[in-house]
T-cell receptor, first 113, second 112 residues
Framework: DGGITQSPKYLFRKEGQNVTLSCEQNLNHDAMYWYRQDPGQGLRLIYYSQIVNDFQKGDIAEGYSVSREKKESFPLTVTSAQKNPTAFYLC????????????FGPGTRLTVL | KQEVTQIPAALSVPEGENLVLNCSFTDSAIYNLQWFRQDPGKGLTSLLLIQSSQREQTSGRLNASLDKSSGRSTLYIAASQPGDSATYLCAVKGANAGKSTFGDGTTLTVKP
């Protein structure tokens, strides 16, 4: 079954902790993305990667970090520097960057306790 | 900076009605525009992708149009059904091909 998986579905974090959200795709896509969604709002881009070992900051990268060591995987770490991390996090992928359709995973809901 | 606006924020219609959702954007230098559907607490499902050189795309009861010069796209849903109830988002991929800018969405309720 081809697609994008995200884990966990729900994540709870204490203040001051770093947490890592997993995103895996078996679509053989080159590009991967991380977005944040707050209630009643659209998506905002955190980071994106066009190819393995390369990634670019999006509009709201502060307090987040990523890695792209494998084509299939693009984990997102929410660090303690992110002041308001409670949100719904969505991972996406596309065959390339410019003209291609984006496909999304099911999301991870992060709550800070 | 690209800005994307979706009006109305919410729409309620009776089953069977045809309806139009609107998406406007400020910078016409785009690669493509994509329409998505999002059910509560779920990820986004791609509905239609329109490249910058295209005027419209159709899939089943859905038709999306693109007018770059006026910075507008519409999503037409024919013969609406209760199962169409969801939030519909548009996303514009602009001059920086790595970045898509999303609207805040239109929440559609189709009443039986």
């Amino acid at each position: 079954d081809g697609g994008i998986t995200q884990s966990p579905k729900y994540l709870f974090r204490k203040e001051g902790q770093n947490v890592t959200l997993s995103c895996e795709q078996n679509l053989n896509h080159d590009a991967m993305y991380w977005y944040r969604q707050d209630p009643g709002q659209g998506l905002r881009l955190i980071y994106y990667s066009q190819i393995v070992n390369d990634f670019q900051k999006g509009d709201i990268a502060e307090g987040y970090s990523v890695s792209r060591e494998k084509k299939e995987s693009f984990p997102l770490t929410v660090t303690s520097a992110q002041k308001n991390p409670t949100a719904f996090y969505l991972c996406a992928s596309s065959p390339g960057v410019a003209y291609n359709e984006q496909f999304f995973g099911p999301g991870t809901r992060l709550t800070v306790l | 900076k690209q800005e994307v606006t979706q009006i109305p924020a919410a729409l309620s219609v009776p089953e069977g009605e045809n309806l139009v959702l609107n998406c406007s954007f400020t910078d016409s230098a785009i690669y493509n525009l994509q329409w998505f559907r999002q059910d509560p607490g779920k990820g986004l499902t791609s509905l239609l992708l329109i490249q910058s050189s295209q005027r419209e795309q159709t899939s089943g009861r859905l038709n999306a149009s693109l007018d770059k010069s006026s910075g507008r796209s519409t999503l037409y849903i024919a013969a609406s059904q209760p199962g169409d109830s969801a939030t519909y988002l548009c996303a514009v991929k602009g001059a920086n091909a790595g970045k898509s800018t999303f609207g805040d969405g239109t929440t559609l309720t189709v009443k039986p």
